[in-house]
């Protein structure tokens, strides 16, 4: 069964830090996605990376950025956090698109508060 | 842009209701379909898929999706809903070639009472 591994379920913040999540995942996938859940607004994909060091923005980038040093590791980075990055964040991973259309395989969540 | 409809908010159903999902998007190249479900305090999990093939395709726990090309739609049934399927679900979408990422919809929330 493939393993998605964040590192926090639960994390508080102040306005102003920088914040890194972290994912792992133990699949050797080598796409990796970041998405944040919010109530109504479904999923939406911040940022994606295809390979190591390689990365992609998605919808909503901004106040975000990425790191891909190993294949495994993902990790989001709030370079200055804002309440209104408070949310619950979804790390996600699969095979490429060209090796059978491999669906994406979800961590449990990371809910950030930032006060 | 690509983009993914859910049009029911949230559904309130008795079990042993049938379920019908709306799920309409907007690409007009080859896609990949998926049907993923939350349940209360858990992950993603994916519940069904189409990527080719017959267009009725078959998940886990009872439910189905027909794939209509022409309406650009996927919708998610199931004929007789339990308590257990209590939770939020969300189509998702992705154009067919490398390099790309799930768009999701909005998400239906679904409450069955029993």
């Known amino acids: 069964d493939v393993k998605v591994t964040q590192s926090s379920r639960y994390l508080v913040k102040r306005t102003g830090e920088k914040v890194f999540l972290e994912c792992v995942q133990d699949?050797?996938?080598?796409?990796m996605f970041w998405y944040r859940q919010d109530p109504g607004l479904g999923l939406r994909l911040i940022y994606f990376?295809?390979?190591?060091?390689?990365?992609e923005k998605g919808d909503i980038p901004e106040g975000y950025s990425v790191s891909r040093e190993k294949k495994e590791r993902f990790s989001l980075i709030l370079e200055s956090a804002s309440t209104n990055q408070t949310s619950m964040y979804l790390c996600?991973?699969?095979?490429?698109?060209?090796?059978?259309?491999?669906?994406?395989?979800f961590g449990d969540g990371t809910r950030l508060s930032i006060l | 842009a690509q983009s993914v409809s859910q049009h029911n908010h949230h559904v309130i159903l008795s079990e042993a209701a049938s379920l019908e999902l709306g799920c309409n998007y907007s690409?007009?190249?080859?896609?990949?379909l998926f049907w993923y479900v939350q349940y209360p305090g858990q992950h993603l999990q994916l519940l069904l898929k189409?990527?080719?093939?017959?267009?009725l395709v078959k998940g886990i726990k009872g439910f189905e999706a027909e794939f209509i090309k022409s309406k650009f739609s996927f919708n998610l049934r199931k004929p007789s809903v339990q308590w257990s399927d209590t939770a939020e679900y969300f189509c998702?979408?992705?154009?067919?070639?490398?390099?790309?990422?799930?768009?999701f919809g909005k998400g239906t929330t679904l409450s069955v009472s029993s």
């Open positions: 996600a991973s699969s095979l490429p698109s060209g090796q059978g259309n491999q669906p994406q395989h």
């Open positions: 699949m050797d996938h080598e796409n």
């Open positions: 990376s295809y390979d190591v060091k390689m990365k």
């Open positions: 690409y007009g190249g080859t896609v990949n």
């Open positions: 189409y990527f080719s093939g017959d267009p």
């Open positions: 998702a979408v992705t154009p067919n070639q490398a390099g790309t990422a799930l768009i």
